[in-house]
């Protein structure tokens, strides 16, 4: 196995993160192949198992889906706002005993929460504003899961999949990251495994306010999968709780308060696993992702 | 309780007052089979067979005590600033009260152990973010207090602290209005995946003090076969669970802008040893007689 890294290392892996964080990990295929039931609160192991989790070992893509309902949080009143649906596409590989390297490619619909279609335009409480909803698609980002890390990076519209979608999403701006992941809980047959990462917007233009992002996700999956000799990767289900500030399409400028979105998910190993409706979607707006879905992680 | 009257009312004060956990967790039932007997299975597209198979998730179908637990981590949230607050263990004890065929109603205990966020240890005190104030952390026992599901439901009611408890604590006297949902959000991989929300607000009758909220997610997954099966009177579910709310009196935070969040997961206890470690250590701490006889810590009616 690799050794651990550097610190100087770390922060040139994790130039090029984007906003929203996954976070996750992996294990050599073939040091996992022989090695015994893993002890989950070794570092290592439980790094391990994360990625197994989130996807595999041995490097090959991974497809994460998620659905929620997004609600707006202004003065404690919680109103829904919007369904979510969200789609990556990854790959892993390691790095060093506490590192794997994570490339992600995302894409994200807002949903009508009746019929559960794509929404085009939206009208935002509060300030009762009809606003344009954007199509969200970022990547390719080139992140490092480890047990623990903080960073700071930078988010800019010219490095990104659209630079009039970025906009819309944050103004270029100095990003400060925290991620940990937490240690395995085992009951019964089960073992869940959290992450939480934390990311603060600073804008270069000091005019505009600060923003931050905070995303839990809980992966559960079978003890006895994650513990099979030779698993490279187990089937798993995920929890997730993000809460966001006011994105610049939603137009709530002057409005205290934020969004909080929470729901379910899964891991797929080919993209026509994906959910019905996702695909659906993403035939309509983005073909060239069904196309070719592991082009879109070359760097 | 002031709204004794309305078995709705324990629902939501329950939720209110307690500290923050969010997910109701699992409760029991007794089951009273609201359809006809026969073997047919649940459609989950009928309002009254999605809240049997809720039922049978959370709970049962029958009159048997249920367990749940839940494990989670919260937060405090101000102004764009998210610091790490506890983590907390809870589970409750419940069984199935009253069924209809659109609504059932459960008799619940609940127990909730705040933990420090990295170690998993008992707090006893806390320093708040944000405030740098350190306090006590109050003990949480809820119930036994009455809890009604419905696919659909919207309640107002009245909430005074019970008199020789700490409920004062997670909140003060006041109107207390909650809302509750169920959707059928998913089936895959041969497992059915049911959403339930919560939300509700407290308008102190103290118009000096603030009004709180409380806003809860939960989904809940099983096995679609068993679930659907009408004969099956209870499944062993696993939850996931979202939750905010405004700061509790215990925490202290005045005037300062913002809320906590927590999230976790959560699964049904087959016995009161089946319970986690840690929960069942701190219970006997703290209530050593919900562990001895949870039957008995059901059976008496809240005043």
């Known amino acids: 196995m690799a050794d651990t890294l ?59 889906w998620m659905r929620g309902t997004r609600y707006t949080l202004v003065n404690g009143e919680a109103l829904p706002l919007c369904g979510y649906l969200g789609g990556s596409i990854t ?45 969200y698609r970022t990547g390719p980002g080139r992140h490092v899961v480890m047990l623990a890390n903080e960073e700071e990076l930078e988010w800019s519209a010219k490095k990104t999949t659209g630079e009039e979608l970025a906009r819309q999403l944050a103004p ?16 019964r047959d089960q073992v869940w495994i959290r992450s939480d990462s934390f990311t603060r917007l600073v804008p270069r233009d000091t005019a505009q306010p600060g923003m931050f992002y905070k995303e839990a996700i809980t992966y559960q999956a079978s003890q006895a999968e994650l513990a099979r000799a030779g698993s490279v990767q187990v089937d798993s289900l995920l929890s997730f709780a993000i809460s ?56 | 309780m002031n709204s004794s009257h309305d078995p709705a009312a324990g629902a939501s004060r329950r939720r209110f007052c307690r500290a923050g956990l969010a997910a109701s967790l699992l409760a029991a039932t007794t089951g009273f089979p609201v359809r006809s007997p026969a073997a047919e299975l649940l459609d989950l ?17 029958g009159p048997e005590l249920n367990i749940g637990w839940l494990r989670a981590k919260r937060f405090a949230v101000s102004q764009g600033r998210v610091e790490p607050l506890c983590g907390l263990v809870a589970a409750t004890f419940s069984r199935v009260n009253r069924v209809t065929d659109d609504l059932f109603e459960v008799i619940v205990l609940e127990i909730t152990h705040y933990t420090d966020f990295d170690s998993g240890a008992l707090l006893q005190t806390l320093t708040m973010p944000f405030t740098n104030q350190l306090i006590e952390v109050p003990a949480y026992r809820f119930g036994p207090a009455k809890s009604r599901f419905s696919v659909r ?151």
């Not at chain 1, 270029?172 to 009951?187: C, E, G, H, M, S």
């Open chain 2, 45 to 61: 597209k009928r309002d009254a067979d999605l809240l049997r198979a809720y039922q049978k998730m959370r709970f049962s179908m």
């Open chain 1, 6 to 64: 550097t610190g100087t290392t770390r922060r040139r892996l994790l130039q090029g993160l984007t906003l929203s964080s996954f976070g996750l990990a992996s294990l050599s295929t073939e040091a996992q192949a022989d090695s015994a039931a893993p002890d989950l609160t070794e570092p290592a192991d439980l790094l391990a198992a994360s990625i197994k989790m989130r996807g595999s070992l041995d490097e090959r893509l991974a497809f994460i």
């Open chain 1, 172 to 187: 270029d701006a100095k990003i400060y990251y925290r991620f940990n992941l937490r240690p395995a809980v085992t009951f």
């Open chain 2, 153 to 303: 439901l919207n309640e107002t009611e009245s909430f005074a602290p019970a008199a020789n408890t700490n409920e004062g604590e997670f909140a003060a006297a006041g109107q207390v209005a909650m809302t509750k949902s169920l959707e059928l959000s998913r089936i895959h991989a041969g497992d059915a995946f049911l959403r339930h929300e919560e939300y509700g607000r407290v308008y102190p009758a103290n118009t000096e003090l603030p009004s709180m909220f409380y806003k809860e997610s939960t989904t809940w997954s099983a096995p679609l076969r068993e679930v659907a099966d009408s004969e099956q009177r209870q499944v062993d579910a696993t939850v996931s669970y979202a939750a905010m709310t405004s700061w509790r009196p215990w925490m202290k935070m005045g005037d300062t802008p913002g809320h906590t969040s927590s999230n976790g997961f959560g699964r049904r206890a087959r016995s009161v040893e089946d319970l986690p470690d840690d929960f069942l250590a701190y219970t006997r701490e703290t209530a050593p007689d919900v562990l001895d006889d949870p039957l008995a810590a059901l059976t008496e009616p809240e005043i």
């Open chain 1, 244 to 299: 966001t500030a006011w994105r610049p399409w939603m137009q709530m400028g002057g409005i205290d308060g934020h969004t909080t979105t929470d729901g379910i998910g899964g891991k797929e190993l080919s993209m026509a696993a994906m959910p019905a409706d996702f695909l659906r979607f993403t035939e309509a707006f983005h073909p060239d992702v069904l196309d070719d879905p592991a082009a879109l992680l070359k760097l």
């Open chain 1, 91 to 135: 790959r892993y590989r390691q790095l060093a005993d506490d590192a794997y390297e994570f490339l992600l490619y995302e894409i994200s619909y807002y949903t009508d929460l009746e019929t559960g279609e794509v929404l085009q335009t939206l009208r935002m409480p509060y300030v009762d504003r009809e606003v344009d909803v954007p199509l």
